[in-house]
């Protein structure tokens, strides 16, 4: 499908104009320095802790974490056990054991600048080929073309309505088509809270595309236990015994062993503690 001028015109007045009037303007990573360019690291840490999570959920942690660590160089030197402590609540705890890596390998190799291109941004712990393209949209204003849930809502209301299974190879020519010149920071911005606002009014259109995943259940999940020992460990040491009497699953022992295989935590003896 291919628009016209004033199909593209029409389609971004409406997001526009919904930008304007109900725009998320005040989200905390969504500010700039007083300069006026926006801090890249910021930008990394909201997309990481986004995926996955509300955005209500996000911003009291966001605050509290670029407080805490504002910085890559800041972060970088942070132990595990802290990062892990500061980020219980937001769940997929890989994504904070990610954004640690990622801020050492940036004060490594980058003198705590994050690169901008593409193909080094997807070389970073937890960065996708989506992820890479917000950075350099969010952060750089980039004229990038990239796709996520939000985005893929809007097309598919707008362009593709009564169909079903929508591949992003269609969707992509048209969010390519409609990226106004100088302004792709704004409008992705604009993208995202217009396609909040169609899921809250008109329900998940995401559905009809061909890359929909339906979220597995969380509760009795190994992600839930994962979560669990996490937070019961960011107390302090515990036995396999006491980490037991607490969580009642025979699935404890192998989740204990898989996060210690992934750096999450240790066996100090009898005892299991975050990985410092």
Not at 51 to 69: A, M
Not at 222 to 246: D, F, H, V
Not at 265 to 274: A, F, K, N, P, V
């Amino acid at each position: 499908m291919s628009m016209t001028k004033t199909d593209i015109s029409s389609f971004q007045d409406t997001v526009w104009n919904h930008y304007k009037a109900n725009g998320r303007h005040d989200l905390p990573w969504r500010t700039p320095k007083d300069d006026g360019t926006y801090d890249p690291y910021k930008v990394l840490v909201s997309e990481l802790m986004l995926q996955q999570t509300q955005v209500p959920r996000v911003i009291p942690k966001f605050i509290e974490f670029t407080t805490v660590y504002p910085s890559f160089d800041a972060l970088a030197v942070a132990p595990l056990s802290d990062v892990l402590k500061l980020w219980s609540g937001l769940g997929y705890n890989r994504r904070a054991k990610f954004l640690l890596q990622t801020a050492q390998l940036v004060k490594d190799q980058y003198a705590g600048n994050l690169p901008s291109e593409h193909s080094e941004l997807i070389t970073l712990p937890g960065v996708g080929h989506n992820t890479a393209g917000a950075i350099r949209a969010y952060a750089f204003n980039e004229p990038v073309v990239f796709v996520e849930t939000n985005i893929r809502t809007v097309f598919i209301h707008h362009f593709f309505p009564e169909e079903d299974k929508v591949h992003d190879n269609v969707l992509l020519p048209l969010i390519e088509a409609s990226n106004p010149e100088g302004e792709t920071r704004s409008w992705y911005w604009a993208l995202m809270d217009y396609g909040t606002h169609l899921k809250q009014t008109v329900g998940n259109v995401s559905k009809s595309s061909a890359s929909y995943a339906k979220q597995s259940t969380f509760k009795g999940s190994r992600r839930q236990i994962r979560g669990q020992i996490l937070k019961l460990l960011a107390e302090g040491p515990y036995s396999q015994k006491q980490l037991a009497g607490t969580i009642e699953d025979e699935r404890l022992e192998s989740v204990l062993e898989d996060l210690i295989a992934e750096g999450f935590i240790e066996r100090d003896g009898s005892h299991y503690q975050l990985y410092t």
